[in-house]
């Protein structure tokens, strides 16, 4: 039973937090520099500052050794070559005030920087060293404008946002106008307000063994959201799939939802009020999170002492049971038909 939970679990495409559990395989060439540029900007602060620390020290331990083995051919390291004695020996280095690697990675990380300290500088001895510190500069200047464009893009990239993006715990079946809906709540906890919202589902049914994975359906399911305007996110609302003629699941009753393998992935899209930028938040509902035969409790109430709307998050996936037909939409229409003497009656075969 314990094998059978796990395998359960591990069949969800999308997880709750709206990260995909999909890993793809491919045996076409990868670009390694922009999937690692990606990979920056996905990953979290400390391993991009990580990153960012040793391309640089990577950068000036490398032009710090060019510069020394150039110093090192021309003999700049001898005893009678050192800074000190250069003037006795009229002898001109690569590099002055130069006395070993240490100095060498100092001029590198001087390059780099333009710190400038003014001691260390390139003479006209050796043409090495002066085509060295120009390839450095060009290297350095494409590093740091890569670095700023990944700052850049985890800066302004709207992904803490969704964080506040909340969905129910579990979707709801229930009656409304005598029609069988598909119910699940959204709710955003921040104060700035998300603008042109829109919501989407879709259903994704498959037969999967232990390893493979067979007659993989999607389909995209019409949802409505009642209690806003799509132009504006005023509190959480529902997000309501008529169960008609066109849905998928209009042959599908209570028995059959507890022995199928089905999952409702549901995405919220919408524009950052304060920054203009697009906003996408995703979960999912497996048929273990789909409740038969309930309705979401109210959560949102005024309060008069305040004389403001009162919104209650903790009850955002509250729900108690209602009164539910356990027949298959198709059936309760035929049955309806049936009773009101219809001469057509729905094919519910």
């Known amino acids: 039973m314990r094998s059978k939970i796990v395998r359960r679990k591990y069949l969800r495409a999308v997880f709750k937090s709206g990260e995909f559990n999909i890993y793809t395989k491919t045996t076409k060439n990868v670009k390694i520099f922009s999937n690692y540029f990606f990979l920056l900007v996905e990953t979290r602060w400390r391993w991009t500052l990580l990153n960012f620390f040793a391309a640089f020290t990577c950068n000036w331990l490398f032009f710090g050794f060019v510069y020394w083995f150039i110093s090192y051919n021309h003999d700049d390291f001898s005893e009678n070559h050192l800074p000190p004695y250069q003037n006795n020996f009229n002898f001109t280095p690569c590099i002055n005030n130069i006395y070993g690697f240490t100095s060498t990675f100092l001029f590198s990380v001087e390059v780099h920087t333009t710190v400038a300290y003014g001691r260390r500088s390139i003479t006209l001895e050796c043409p090495q060293t002066i085509i060295a510190m120009c390839i450095q500069c060009i290297l350095s200047s494409i590093f740091q404008a890569i670095m700023i464009g990944i700052l850049f893009a985890k800066l302004t990239r709207p992904r803490g946002r969704t964080k506040t993006i909340l969905f129910s715990k579990y979707a709801v079946i229930n009656m409304r106008n005598d029609k069988f809906c598909l119910i699940f709540r959204v709710g955003d906890m921040r104060k700035s307000r998300i603008l042109n919202i829109e919501t989407k589902a879709y259903l994704?049914?498959?037969?999967?063994?232990?390893?493979?994975?067979?007659?993989?359906?999607?389909?995209?399911?019409?949802?409505?959201?009642?209690?806003?305007?799509?132009?504006?996110?005023?509190?959480?609302?529902?997000?309501?799939?008529?169960?008609?003629?066109?849905?998928?699941?209009y042959r599908l009753s209570a028995a059959d939802l507890l022995c199928c393998k089905l999952e409702i992935l549901v995405v919220f899209e919408g524009i950052i009020e304060s920054t203009g930028q697009p906003v996408q938040a995703r979960s999912s509902f497996t048929e273990h999170d789909i409740l038969w035969g309930h309705r979401f409790v109210s959560m949102v109430s005024f309060n008069f002492d305040k004389k403001m709307y009162d919104v209650d998050f903790s009850k955002l996936s509250e729900v108690h049971p209602v009164d539910t037909p356990l027949c298959s939409p198709c059936?309760?229409?035929e049955l309806v038909a049936l009773f009101e003497d219809e001469n057509e009656l729905p094919d519910c075969e």
């Not at 007659?215 to 209690?227: I, W």
């Open 204 to 249: 994704i049914r498959l037969n999967a063994g232990d390893s493979k994975v067979e007659n993989l359906e999607q389909t995209e399911l019409t949802v409505v959201v009642d209690e806003c305007e799509s132009t504006f996110f005023l509190w959480p609302s529902t997000a309501v799939h008529v169960i008609d003629e066109n849905s998928p699941l």
């Open 331 to 333: 059936e309760y229409a």
